[in-house]
C-alpha cells in the first residue's frame, strides 16, 4: 500500500473516531455482524522494509481486539453459526467470525494460544499447495528480490530495465511499483512468470517460503482436531480465480476441498476467494462457489454484513485487521460499519 493511500485511510479512521461520527451512524450503517480476517500475528520484528506489514499483527494486538469485541458484547460464532444466523434471520445479537487467511505457521504458535484461552471459534482458510510445500508466496519472493539487493534488473514491456534500490526508501518504492505492475496483469500465468523469472535471477527460493512460514499438514491436524477450528479452502495454488479460465476457477475450488478432505478428514463447507478483491473474484466465482455447494464464501471486499448478505452468502464482504493501523480505536471504527459505509458509498451489498 502507498504511504499517501495509507495517510488518507488513517485520516479517515481518526475523523471518524474523534467526530464521535462512527457513534451516531452505527445504528443504520452497522449490520447485524461482521467477519474478521487476519493473515500473520506474530510478534513485531524491527526491519524496516517490510512491505507486506499491512498482513500481519502482533499477538497483543489480537488479544485487545478479542477482549474488546468480548465487552462490546458482540458474539463470536463459527462461521456455520453465522450460516445458520443469516439464514434464519436470527439477528437478536450481533456477531463477529474470526478467519485467517493462508495456514500460516504463527497461526499454530500465536493465534492459536490467545484464541483458545478466550474459547473463541475460528477459521482457518487453506491453500492445498501450502502445506503440500508446492506453494508460491509470490509476493514474498517479490519482497526477497528488491530487500535483498542493492540494484534490480527485468523485462518489462520487452525492454531491459535497471532500479537502484539500496535504500530503505527506493525499496519502498520499487516495491510498490513491481506490485503494482504484476497485479495489473491480466492473467495469474503471466504474473507467476514475471515472479518466477526474478526470483531465479535473483536466487530467491520461492519454494523455501512454505517451508518456513506455513503449516505442515501434521500441524494442521493438530488445529482441525479442536472443535473451536473450522478448516476452510483457499484453493489449491493460491490464484487470483477470476484471472484463470472459468474451468480451472472451477477446479481450484472444487480440488481443495477434496485436498483438505482426504489429508484432515473434514469436509469444508466454507472458501475464501485468495486475495479476494474485485479483481480476484466477481459474479462468475460468487456463481461457481455456490454452483459447488460452499455454504459460505469470503472476499476482501471491505464491509460489515446484513441481513441482505442471506442472499448473497458467497460473496461476503469482510474487515481486515490490517497490520498498518494496529489502534484499538480504529477497530471500533470499522466495527461500527462507519468506514467502510462511506467506502461502500453507504451501499450495503457488493456482489457485483
Ligand atoms: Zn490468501
Redesign the pocket.
Known amino acids: 500500500m502507498s504511504g499517501l493511500k495509507r495517510t488518507i485511510i488513517r485520516t479517515g479512521l481518526e475523523t471518524l473516531f474523534f467526530s464521535g461520527a462512527y457513534l451516531m451512524m452505527r445504528p443504520f450503517i452497522g449490520g447485524v455482524g461482521v467477519i474478521l480476517t487476519l493473515?500473520h500475528v506474530r510478534p513485531p520484528r524491527p526491519d524496516r522494509f517490510q512491505p507486506n506489514r499491512l498482513l500481519e499483527v502482533t499477538p497483543d494486538f489480537l488479544d485487545n481486539v478479542l477482549r474488546y469485541l468480548r465487552r462490546a458484547g458482540l458474539d463470536l460464532v463459527s462461521l456455520d453459526e453465522m450460516h445458520r444466523r443469516l439464514t434464519e434471520g436470527d439477528f437478536r445479537r450481533r456477531f463477529a467470525c474470526i478467519t485467517i487467511?493462508?495456514g500460516y505457521r504463527d497461526t499454530l504458535q500465536w493465534a492459536y494460544p490467545i484464541l483458545k484461552k478466550y474459547e473463541v471459534p475460528f477459521a482457518i482458510?487453506i491453500?492445498t499447495s501450502f502445506p503440500d510445500r508446492l506453494g508460491e508466496l509470490w509476493w514474498l519472493a517479490l519482497e526477497a528480490v528488491v530487500g535483498r539487493n542493492r540494484h534490480v534488473s527485468l523485462l518489462i514491456d520487452g525492454k531491459q530495465r535497471s532500479f537502484d534500490c539500496a535504500s530503505v526508501a527506493d525499496k519502498r518504492h520499487l516495491f510498490d511499483e513491481l506490485y503494482g505492475w504484476v497485479r495489473s496483469f491480466k492473467t495469474e500465468e503471466e504474473l507467476r512468470r514475471v515472479v518466477r523469472d526474478l526470483s531465479a535471477r535473483y536466487s530467491v527460493d520461492i519454494a523455501a517460503f512454505c517451508d518456513e512460514l506455513c503449516m505442515t499438514w501434521d500441524e494442521l491436524s493438530r488445529l482441525a482436531a479442536d472443535p473451536l477450528v473450522t478448516i476452510g479452502a483457499?484453493t489449491v495454488n493460491?490464484v487470483m480465480l477470476a484471472k484463470v479460465p472459468e474451468r480451472l476457477a472451477r477446479s481450484e475450488m472444487e480440488m481443495s476441498r477434496s485436498v483438505i478432505e482426504a489429508a484432515l478428514d473434514t469436509r469444508p463447507d466454507h472458501l475464501?476467494y485468495?486475495?479476494?478483491d474485485r479483481t480476484s473474484a466477481g459474479p462468475r466465482e460468487f456463481r461457481i462457489a455456490a454452483e459447488l455447494g460452499f455454504k459460505t464464501a469470503v472476499t476482501t471486499r471491505p464491509g460489515v454484513l446484513f441481513p441482505e448478505h442471506a442472499e448473497h452468502l458467497t460473496a461476503l464482504p469482510r474487515i481486515s485487521l490490517n497490520g498498518e493501523h494496529q489502534q484499538l480505536r480504529y477497530v471500533r471504527v470499522l466495527l461500527s460499519g462507519a468506514a467502510t459505509a462511506v467506502w461502500n458509498g453507504f451501499q450495503r451489498v457488493d456482489a457485483a
Open positions: 493473515h487467511d493462508d482458510y491453500p483457499h493460491h475464501s485468495p486475495v479476494g
